[in-house]
């Protein structure tokens, strides 16, 4: 009631406001009414006609302003009670004669029977279509849209469209007892847009056709001819669409009708000479029959079949409408094919038929309906009855379908351990493999054995366990404890399945119900090498916790930490040499580890194997040969070997260690040669230091000054060759180049202490002559001489 109530509120000031704003309208009112009426009485007179309707309202007020609805006597009869009325008094006010509107009437019949928006030109267009010649020339056409311009509006695009879409309802049709003057008969727009389609010069697009076709269909295009008794309309029809375009059935197959199919257009395609055989690009380009087949329409199917469509034409992958409609569980569809010749054991190239298919899916009522109909026999290259009932049996376990296996079992000639050439699996392994315990169960208590193997060899255990059934692993253990030491075909127990999967909790289940821990397959794999190989980490280190042997050897003398180094797992490397694996020894043909990790280029791997120890040897370099991220990480590991050795001041075995590195710096490209020229620098100026040490200042001066000669301004060799010329005593010379290196480095106190502690030192004359102190370093008094461990002896890094 309040919804009412607020919308006559807005009714009535709509029309409060239009008279207002109009004289016209006010002037009629007043002169006609008289002055005992009032402007309010006719407001809620409108308001109680109109029933909410703005566009009642609107369009009486357009008729009183144009003076053409005239009030008599304060009555208001004379006010249409209906929408239907005032377009009728409209169209009676502009067209008097039937003839006047003959000649607007078919511009209203295309508009209305457009699938799409037209531009006034392309009306013309189609009004033109109707006739071979044409009869009204666009001046004269323009004249006659222009008097219907305000019914017949257009948009900001130009296109056209009926001012409200209540006149285009009602010139299509009228109510029970309205007038039916003025309707428009749209089949002549339908027959102006199928002729405009016929004269197209280029070729058709599909969809084109199909709008041409349903044109024609709309118009009833050639009904009432008179035809002899060997022919018929539709037969008219047909012959106009295969004269208009040479490839109808591409309309036929098209997307648009595919999946929106219309019943007559595509009968009427088919009659024109549509082939029901068509390939379609859908569904790896199968047939129509076979597309329509998988979306379960029923009508086409049957059209098609009507038409002698193939049923066992099939697409790319063998896979035909018995194969789809059986997977999508279209039982209808089904029938209907099968009474039309569908062949029950035709495969795809996979080997999968129809039964299989709907097996898979859990259609039982297709199970059902299949194996109750007559199969042929079958040739050499076909399926049998039983072969393809113990197939879908296969499908249906390793999906999960329980009722589909029931069924299945309650027939006489299914073999419940037979093997699937399909996926090389029986039931029972197929129901284990993915995990459904209530199915393994279920076979298990028709008889199932629990230790045939599938086609690999490979028992439901094995394919249990290495799929991570926990659940149907326990169920097969508890029914034979001693299944846990069968062996596959490659002599892998259950418990390598499940290291191969990484499933930690199913290879404690099997270590604790007696799965051996170390034994070896043929390839002399142990489950610590099958984990290794395929990167389980969790499953690595449970077998190295349960005490699996870590330098075990498979047939190619390779321990687990050389297969590690092929994954490159950094991870289970370090877990193997947590264990103890030992990192020295060689493989069948003496390579170690790390010589391994160098020729396959893993860096990580060896930056590993170094800081666990491993020892360098000719074969290490030899590995190593161009490969310069590889020899930067070696030299690096030298070169902090020799950092150690110094800090322990075993100065003979550190000089031994830069000398060996210095002579494993590559000569190589520009990309690394200033890496490795700097690398090579505090290789220099480590030794410079030992051989000080050592007492071989000569030698120390000497690999100072190879480090200046490329770089003059290096302030660690200035002070590197600054501290062998004072312990050779050339005081003057040290201080000298301890100057040069604090004119670098203007902030650097330890050698600005240096040079305080030389200066005392030397002789005032000498002082002047020889260097030149900052002004800063005056006051500085007996300060002590920089230490060795300012030196520099870190690495360089790669």
Same mark, same amino acid.
């Given at each position: 009631?309040?919804?009412?109530?607020?919308?006559?509120?807005?009714?009535?000031?709509?029309?409060? #406001?239009?008279? &207002?704003?109009?004289?016209?309208?006010?002037?009629?009112?007043?002169?006609?009414?008289?002055?005992?009426?009032?402007?309010?009485?006719?407001?809620?007179?409108?308001?109680?006609?109109?029933?909410?309707?703005?566009?009642?309202?609107?369009?009486?007020?357009?008729?009183?302003?144009?003076?053409?609805?005239?009030?008599?006597?304060?009555?208001?009869?004379?006010?249409?009670?209906?929408?239907?009325?005032?377009?009728?008094?409209?169209?009676?006010?502009?067209?008097? !004669?039937?003839?006047?509107?003959?000649?607007?009437?078919?511009?209203?019949?295309?508009?209305?029977?457009?699938?799409?928006?037209?531009?006034?030109?392309?009306?013309?267009?189609?009004?033109?279509?109707?006739?071979?010649?044409?009869?009204?020339?666009?001046?004269?056409?323009?004249?006659? =849209?222009?008097?219907?311009?305000?019914?017949?509006?257009?948009?900001?695009?130009?296109?056209?469209?009926?001012? %409200?879409?209540?006149?285009?309802?009602?010139?299509?049709?009228?109510?029970?007892?309205?007038?039916?003057?003025?309707l428009v008969d749209v089949r002549t727009g339908h027959a102006a847009i199928a002729f405009s389609i016929t004269r197209y010069k280029t070729v058709m697009r599909p969809e084109k056709i199909l709008t041409m076709v349903h044109h024609v269909l709309k118009a009833n295009l050639n009904k009432n001819t008179e035809l002899n008794n060997s022919l018929y309309y539709k037969d008219l029809q047909a012959v106009l669409i295969s004269l208009t375009t040479d490839d109808v059935s591409s309309a036929l197959g098209s997307s648009r009708n595919i999946y929106s199919p219309n019943l007559k257009v595509s009968k009427l395609l088919l009659l024109a000479g549509a082939s029901p055989d068509h390939i379609t690009e859908e569904l790896d380009q199968s047939p129509l029959l076979a597309v329509y087949s998988y979306l379960g329409i029923l009508d086409m199917v049957k059209l098609l079949l009507e038409y002698s469509a193939d049923t066992n034409q099939t697409n790319n992958r063998g896979q035909g409408s018995l194969f789809f409609a059986a997977q999508q569980g279209h039982c209808d569809v089904l029938e209907w094919l099968i009474d039309y010749g569908a062949q029950l054991n @035709?495969?795809?190239?996979?080997?999968?038929?129809?039964?299989?298919?709907?097996?898979? &899916?859990?259609?039982?009522?297709?199970?059902? *309906?299949?194996?109750?109909?007559?199969?042929?026999?079958?040739?050499?290259?076909?399926?049998?009855?039983?072969?393809?009932?113990?197939?879908?049996?296969?499908?249906?376990?390793?999906?999960?379908?329980?009722?589909?296996?029931?069924?299945?079992?309650?027939?006489? =000639?299914?073999?419940?351990?037979?093997?699937?050439?399909?996926?090389?699996?029986?039931?029972?392994?197929?129901?284990?493999?993915?995990?459904?315990?209530?199915?393994?169960?279920?076979?298990?208590?028709?008889?199932?054995?629990?230790?045939?193997?599938?086609?690999?060899?490979?028992?439901?255990?094995?394919?249990?366990?290495?799929?991570?059934?926990?659940?149907?692993?326990?169920?097969?253990?508890?029914?034979?404890?001693? @299944?846990?030491?069968?062996?596959?075909?490659?002599?892998? !127990?259950?418990?390598?399945?499940?290291?191969?999967?990484?499933?930690?909790?199913?290879?404690?289940?099997?270590?604790?119900?007696?799965?051996?821990? +170390?034994?070896?397959?043929?390839?002399?794999?142990?489950?610590?090498?099958?984990?290794?190989? %395929?990167?389980?980490?969790?499953?690595?280190?449970?077998?190295?916790?349960?005490?699996?042997?870590?330098?075990?050897?498979?047939?190619?003398?390779?321990?687990?930490?050389?297969?590690?180094?092929?994954?490159?797992?950094?991870?289970?490397?370090?877990?193997?040499?947590?264990?103890?694996?030992?990192?020295?020894?060689?493989?069948?043909?003496?390579?170690?580890?790390?010589?391994?990790?160098?020729?396959?280029?893993?860096?990580?791997?060896?930056?590993?194997?170094?800081? /666990?120890?491993?020892?360098?040897?000719?074969?290490?370099?030899?590995?190593?040969?161009?490969?310069?991220?590889?020899?930067?990480?070696?030299? #690096?590991?030298?070169?902090?070997?020799?950092?150690?050795?110094?800090?322990?001041?075993?100065?003979?075995?550190?000089? %031994?260690?830069?000398?060996?590195?210095?002579?494993?710096?590559?000569? *190589? +490209?520009?990309?690394?040669?200033?890496?490795?020229?700097?690398?090579?620098?505090? @290789?220099?100026?480590?030794?410079?230091?030992?051989?000080?040490?050592?007492?071989?200042?000569?030698?120390?001066?000497? @690999?100072?000054?190879?480090?200046?000669? =490329?770089?003059?301004?290096?302030?660690?060799?200035?002070?590197?060759?600054?501290?062998?010329?004072?312990?050779?005593?050339?005081?003057?010379?040290?201080?000298?180049? *301890?100057?040069?290196?604090? #004119?670098?480095?203007?902030?650097? /106190?330890?050698?600005?202490?240096?040079?305080?502690?030389?200066?005392?030192?030397?002789?005032?004359?000498?002082?002047?002559?020889?260097?030149?102190?900052?002004?800063?370093?005056?006051?500085?008094?007996?300060?002590?001489?920089?230490?060795?461990?300012?030196?520099?002896?870190?690495?360089?890094?790669?």
């Open positions: 009631m309040d919804m009412d109530e607020r919308l006559n509120k807005d009714m009535k000031t709509f029309i409060d #406001n239009r008279i &207002e704003k109009s004289k016209l309208i006010r002037g009629n009112i007043r002169s006609k009414v008289g002055e005992q009426e009032t402007l309010e009485t006719f407001t809620q007179f409108l308001v109680c006609r109109a029933k909410g309707c703005f566009l009642y309202s609107k369009l009486v007020l357009d008729l009183i302003e144009r003076g053409q609805l005239v009030l008599k006597s304060g009555s208001y009869k004379v006010i249409p009670r209906t929408l239907s009325e005032i377009f009728l008094l409209i169209f009676n006010l502009r067209f008097s !004669t039937s003839l006047s509107y003959e000649k607007v009437s078919e511009i209203f019949a295309i508009c209305l029977s457009s699938l799409q928006s037209l531009s006034l030109a392309e009306v013309f267009k189609l009004y033109s279509s109707l006739s071979l010649y044409t009869q009204v020339d666009w001046a004269e056409f323009k004249k006659r =849209y222009i008097s219907i311009q305000d019914l017949l509006v257009s948009r900001s695009d130009g296109s056209l469209m009926f001012f %409200h879409p209540t006149l285009r309802d009602w010139l299509v049709k009228r109510r029970d007892g309205e007038s039916e003057r003025f @035709l495969v795809s190239k996979s080997g999968v038929c129809s039964l299989v298919a709907a097996a898979r &899916e859990g259609h039982l009522k297709i199970v059902e *309906l299949l194996l109750e109909k007559d199969w042929l026999e079958a040739p050499d290259h076909l399926l049998s009855k039983s072969e393809a009932a113990n197939q879908a049996m296969v499908a249906a376990a390793q999906f999960g379908h329980k009722h589909v296996c029931e069924y299945l079992l309650d027939l006489g =000639y299914i073999q419940v351990d037979q093997i699937d050439n399909l996926t090389g699996l029986t039931c029972l392994a197929a129901a284990a493999a993915a995990g459904h315990k209530q199915l393994v169960h279920l076979f298990i208590k028709h008889g199932a054995r629990l230790r045939t193997a599938s086609i690999e060899g490979e028992t439901a255990l094995h394919l249990a366990a290495r799929n991570g059934c926990w659940d149907v692993v326990d169920l097969l253990v508890r029914h034979d404890v001693e @299944l846990v030491q069968v062996q596959d075909i490659q002599g892998r !127990t259950s418990v390598a399945a499940a290291a191969i999967g990484g499933h930690l909790g199913v290879v404690e289940l099997l270590l604790e119900r007696g799965g051996l821990l +170390d034994h070896q397959d043929s390839q002399g794999y142990s489950p610590l090498h099958h984990a290794v190989l %395929h990167c389980q980490v969790q499953v690595v280190r449970l077998l190295l916790d349960q005490g699996a042997g870590v330098d075990i050897k498979d047939n190619q003398g390779r321990s687990c930490l050389s297969l590690s180094v092929d994954t490159g797992d950094i991870q289970i490397i370090e877990i193997l040499l947590d264990f103890g694996a030992n990192m020295e020894v060689g493989d069948g043909l003496g390579v170690r580890p790390l010589e391994k990790a160098i020729s396959q280029d893993k860096p990580d791997a060896v930056s590993c194997f170094l800081r /666990r120890g491993a020892k360098l040897g000719s074969g290490t370099w030899i590995s190593a040969e161009g490969k310069p991220e590889i020899q930067m990480i070696l030299i #690096n590991k030298i070169l902090e070997d020799g950092n150690t050795l110094f800090r322990k001041n075993k100065l003979l075995e550190a000089s %031994h260690r830069y000398k060996y590195a210095l002579r494993r710096i590559p000569r *190589l +490209d520009v990309e690394w040669a200033d890496t490795f020229l700097k690398l090579e620098s505090h @290789l220099l100026l480590n030794l410079s230091r030992v051989e000080r040490r050592l007492g071989n200042l000569k030698e120390a001066e000497q @690999l100072a000054q190879q480090v200046l000669e =490329y770089d003059e301004e290096s302030v660690e060799a200035l002070v590197a060759k600054a501290k062998a010329c004072r312990a050779g005593g050339r005081k003057e010379e040290a201080l000298s180049l *301890l100057s040069t290196a604090l #004119n670098l480095v203007p902030t650097n /106190r330890e050698i600005s202490r240096a040079i305080a502690k030389l200066r005392d030192e030397v002789e005032p004359e000498a002082l002047v002559q020889l260097v030149q102190l900052p002004p800063h370093l005056g006051s500085i008094q007996s300060i002590p001489y920089i230490d060795d461990s300012s030196t520099n002896c870190s690495s360089i890094g790669s």
